[in-house]
């Protein structure tokens, strides 16, 4: 096989993995956040729909963050900060996704319930 094909062989694998990488964490983070919101009073997701675009907002927002300040929302690993930024983007994703509903109080004790399970969870998910 001449160099070029090995290179666009190993291109095109590389491409697969990504897209697989990234459906597993959407994945991860959809079934986190189904868990969170199930043992957190005040947190409510209305159907699958909106867990799956919920899941979305929330990697999207943590992207955003990471990229433009680089801060991890990881109420465990990045201390109070990281802690602060995961109550936040819990609370601020109620206003892009409908069906999804979330008081302060709920953010507060979703992100410490977030935090554990995501902790427990292999992989590297992040809010």
Known sequence: MSENNQQANVQSNNTTSTAWQIIGRLVAAAIILAITAFFTPGFQIN???????????????????????????????????GFVLSVVILYVTQYFVAGYSISW???????????????????????
């Open 105 to 127: 109080m709920a953010a507060i004790i979703g992100a410490l319930i977030y935090g554990i399970i995501d902790y427990f969870i292999p992989g590297e998910q992040q809010m």
């Open 47 to 81: 159907n699958f729909w909106s867990l799956a675009v919920a899941a979305v907002v929330l990697t999207l927002l943590d992207y955003l963050i990471v990229k433009f300040t680089g801060l991890h929302a990881s109420p465990f690993g990045k201390g109070f900060v």
